[in-house]
């Protein structure tokens, strides 16, 4: 009965592997073309450790008190040893510490930011660009109007309207982050709408929406994921932007752009306290830029082999 049972699920593996060949092909071809980039499995490796780091935080951190806002004045601003890592701050607390937690609001925030983007801008650029006409005038132009403000002075601006804090900060970001997918989208379900495939579940008598969020989108995915991989990075970049013009995150959490901010009243004499923080934002910034072309090649079948 085993060996029959075992037999029937090899047969149907050999059977899937048979029809799903050419898929399989691209598959390893894009891995190929991935590991062949030095610079982006680099990329993946940084991204994997940041990850680890904003998951498992709260487990290992060594001075958890100095993240919610312990004073210790006779430990100000002490170089980085054996005992602080990367030195304490001003109020006697672990930069370490704090560093390490920061890594972990800045990928939260980051998550959210880029859920709620991509959730607005494919919703409607897929509208506009499959139904056309007034439809994508009105969703358009409302992007361009948008688009035609910086997103961090924008993002700004709201924070400072709402008032600081992580909540604020995030729906911040969210607003001035979505036009762009809604761009990306709309070009390209301009494309889309025009294949065979759509014309033929036209004939079938699927539904609009099914054809828009059943058969269009999911071909949009990689140019999509290759967009969300650039743009963590850079928006955990504003968010410590925010923080260190004073609208961002709200003390005592930690942030990276509030302690370089902090820090910078310091330099030269206590150069640690905005080096670490600034270091660890420079790495995720790196990191997810390195992943995002290591991404474009794996998922781009056009993408040539780069070593």
Not at 36 to 45: H, K, P
Not at 85 to 109: E, H, K, N, P
Request: glycine residues 8%; hydrophobic residues 50%.
């Amino acid at each position: 009965m085993t060996t029959s049972s075992s037999l029937s699920l090899r047969d149907r593996a050999v059977r899937w592997s048979e029809e799903h060949a050419s898929q399989i092909h691209e598959v390893r071809r894009g891995i190929y073309r991935f590991s062949r980039n030095r610079l982006s499995v680099i990329g993946l490796s940084m991204v994997i450790v940041l990850l680890f780091i904003a998951l498992t935080a709260p487990l290992w951190v060594p001075y958890p008190d100095d993240v919610t806002g312990d004073v210790h004045m006779d430990a100000r601003l002490k170089p980085p040893d054996a005992e602080h890592l990367f030195g304490t701050d001003d109020a006697g607390r672990d930069v370490f510490s704090r560093t390490i937690m920061a890594t972990r609001i800045s990928f939260q925030v980051g998550v959210i930011i880029l859920i709620v983007a991509i959730s607005i801008g494919v919703t409607l650029g897929a509208i506009a660009g499959y139904f056309g006409g007034w439809v994508n005038q009105i969703i358009m132009r409302l992007t361009d109007v948008m688009l035609t403000f910086p997103g961090i002075f924008l993002a700004l601006a709201i924070s400072a309207a709402l008032g600081r804090g992580v909540l604020n900060a995030t729906l911040a970001l969210s607003v001035t982050w979505w036009p762009g997918y809604c761009r990306l989208v709309e070009a390209q379900m301009l494309k889309m709408r025009e294949e065979d495939f759509v014309a033929g579940a036209h004939a079938i008598g699927a539904s609009n929406w099914r054809i828009i969020f059943r058969h269009i989108l999911p071909n949009l995915l990689t140019a999509i994921i290759v967009k969300a991989s650039m743009d963590f990075g850079f928006a955990v970049l504003n968010l410590a932007a925010l923080g260190f013009i004073g609208v961002g995150v709200l003390p005592p959490e930690p942030d990276w752009g509030s302690m370089i901010s902090a820090g910078r009243r310091f330099i030269p004499a206590s150069w640690w306290y905005s080096t670490f923080p600034g270091l660890f934002m420079f790495i995720t910034v790196l990191a997810f830029n390195l992943l995002g072309d290591g991404l474009r090649d794996l998922l781009d079948p056009n993408a040539t082999v780069r070593s």
